[in-house]
């Protein structure tokens, strides 16, 4: 049933059912994998709801598999991925949940925020005090890292960028917090 932002105020404090995201997986045998091939990553339903498929047996399998054998475990059934991979993504999606990046030389992590979210507010999901004591942004994205290499070919190549504290935090952006803290 739509509603108004009015309404939905009003109904907030009764935490309906119908009002939380739902996520239907299709567990499927290796006999019904041409499913997957006619199945969209995520087919939305009605509202918040979304579902996508699995093969439960291929996914045990594949969890005991190392990287490489694990591609070309997907290559022979005709997969780009695994169902693992595109529950997490269908998840995000429905919560409507991105992931940032902080790339240092001995660590890289993923640091996952609300979509729309502004660089200062995500500097918070690392630390309060980068929130807090936020001056700039400097971001890539992660694609351009990929294929460039290195932070020091992306200032090369005019692909950083300093961003301030409006800037909307994009999905597979790598961010390197300025603060005065």
Sequence with gaps: MPVDEEEKRLMKGFAFLSEKPMLYVDNIGESQLDLLQHTSDTDALQGKTERTVI?????????ELSQEEMRSFLADYGMKESGAER????TYHLLGLISFFTVGEEEC???T???????????GAIHTDLQDHFIRAEVCHYADFVKHGSHHALKEKGLLRLEGKEYIVEDGDIMEIRHSG
Excluded: V
């Excluded at 529950?87 to 269908?90: P, Q």
């Design 113 to 123: 925020i609300t979509g729309g979210t502004n660089a200062q507010h995500a500097a």
């Design 109 to 111: 992590r993923a640091w």
């Design 55 to 63: 093969c439960g047996k291929l996914e045990a399998e594949m969890a």
């Design 87 to 90: 529950l997490i993504r269908t």
